[in-house]
């Protein structure tokens, strides 16, 4: 069975600090998301890689850079972290790119910058 | 663009009773494109709870139904008797072409409380 795994599972830190969040699948999938979710809107892709070393710009990027080191390792990193980057953060992995494959997800990171 | 609403943010069905969970989507980068119900149960990640890839069809899972239905654009979820193990809050989603690649939109989430 797809195990996607994030940490922390909590995580504070306050405005212009360097935050970094960890996925970690064990499913040999090629492609990993990182998504945010705040109340009111749905997951918006933040970015996506098909491999290591491969990085893909989503639908709201500004802010967030991200690595793939390995096939199983995804970071995301907030260099100068503001309010409006608190939200809920899920990691996903799926084996292939396309509108009928299912996608994996972590259990989430809820950041909180202050 | 692509869009997918889920008009209520929060249910609340007693034990036994019917549900449905309105989802309505809209999309210009493609025809027919794939819907999803997705599930996150407290403390864990969504994972896929059915999905449908031809309009017309209906999905099943866990006793929970959808029906893709393109002249209207919807795809509710519903379910004829639910229990207190399916309070979760459920996403409806749909899966398109932008710029060249397929992408995952989904709604606001539906919180459902099954109250005993």
């Known amino acids: 069975e797809a195990a996607v795994t994030q940490s922390p599972r909590n995580k504070v830190t306050v405005t212009g600090g360097n935050v970094t969040l960890s996925c970690r699948q064990t499913?040999?999938?090629?492609?990993m998301y990182w998504y945010r979710q705040d109340t009111g809107h749905g997951l918006r892709l933040i970015h996506y890689?098909?491999?290591?070393?491969?990085?893909q710009i989503g639908d709201v990027p500004d802010g967030y850079k991200a690595t793939r080191t390995t096939q199983e390792d995804f970071f995301l990193l907030l260099e100068l972290a503001s309010p409006s980057q608190t939200s809920l953060y899920f990691c996903a992995s799926s084996d292939a790119w396309g509108g009928s494959y299912e996608q994996y997800f972590g259990p989430g990171t809820r950041l909180t910058v202050l | 663009g692509d869009s997918v609403t889920q008009t209520e943010g929060q249910v609340t069905v007693s034990e036994s009773k019917s549900l449905i969970i309105n989802c309505t989507y809209s999309?210009?980068?493609?025809?027919?494109?794939?819907l999803f119900w997705y599930v996150r149960y407290p403390g864990e990640g969504l994972q896929l709870l059915l999905k449908?890839?031809?309009?017309?069809q209906k999905g099943s899972s866990r006793g929970f139904e959808a029906t893709y239905n393109k002249e209207t654009t919807s795809f509710h979820l519903q379910k004829a008797s639910v229990q207190e193990s399916d309070s979760a809050v459920y996403y409806c989603?749909?899966?398109?072409?932008?710029?060249?690649?397929?992408?995952?939109?989904f709604g606001s989430g539906t919180q459902l409380t099954v109250m005993p």
């Open positions: 890689s098909y491999g290591a070393g491969n990085l």
């Open positions: 999309t210009t980068s493609i025809a027919y494109p794939n």
């Open positions: 449908v890839i031809t309009a017309g």
């Open positions: 989603a749909l899966g398109a072409a932008s710029s060249g690649s397929w992408q995952l939109i």
């Open positions: 499913n040999s999938h090629n492609y």
